[in-house]
């Protein structure tokens, strides 16, 4: 695997009647093997995770944007960073239209594969703990949880491309090819549909 782009993003929501707040980060990261490492864990949670759904992008593109801003990151016309922003103002809209509190650390990824390109989304939650800093004193620290993952999505861009193509030429939508897999846990219902909605999946088969 070779992660071509990375940037993460912060979505937080304290309380159910407040508008969430995002935090955007403007430049994607230089990839480090910290961020290799990451990645490879969260592929090994995403690949053994039960419960996968599969499926493609809806046809309504009014109501599911995305794939027309990843087309156009693709085509070279937007960044990636105008890519992660836009879903995220995406994002944001339709958790604010739920009626819970969220908080999590949005990490954009694509990576370059032999067997074909593929773009990971994954919504990672915080925990806290304890550490004793330089002066041996306790102190409270906020890191990601790593073992823990209850929204992601994985699209499998060459064959999402291939499907849009062969049924451009026939002016038909019957290729249901599942080149999209989403993990959304039944713990977060409304929120979990707030990501379905803004990925623009519609589901074909679940695992």
């Avoid at 156009?72 to 922003?85: A, R, T, V």
């Avoid at 989304?121 to 002066?135: C, E, K, P, V, Y």
């Avoid at 290729?175 to 074909?204: H, V, W």
């Amino acid at each position: 695997m070779a992660i071509t782009s990375l940037i993460f993003h912060r979505i937080t929501r304290w309380q159910e009647e407040q508008p969430s707040v995002l935090k955007l980060t403007e430049t994607a990261a230089e990839i480090s093997a910290d961020h290799e490492g990451l990645f490879s864990q969260l592929k090994k949670i995403f690949q053994f995770k039960a419960g996968k759904f599969h499926g493609h992008f809806d046809e309504d593109y009014s109501s599911a944007p995305f794939q027309n801003w990843l087309k156009e990151h693709l085509d070279s016309k937007i960044s990636f960073e105008k890519l992660s922003h836009l879903y995220m103002s995406q994002f944001k809209e339709l958790v604010d239209k739920t009626s819970e509190a969220f908080e999590a650390s949005i990490l954009f990824i694509l990576e370059e594969r032999a067997d074909g390109p593929r773009c990971y989304i994954f919504a990672l939650d915080t925990n806290s703990g304890l550490q004793l800093d330089n002066t041996l004193n306790l102190d409270t620290v906020d890191f990601l949880n790593t073992t823990k993952l209850d929204l992601a999505i994985r699209i499998d861009l060459d064959d999402w491309l291939q499907t849009s193509n062969a049924n451009s030429a026939t002016e038909t939508t019957e290729d249901n090819t599942p080149y999209l897999c989403m993990i959304r846990s039944r713990a977060k219902a409304k929120i979990g549909e707030a990501f379905t909605q803004s990925i623009g999946f519609k589901s074909t088969i679940d695992t």
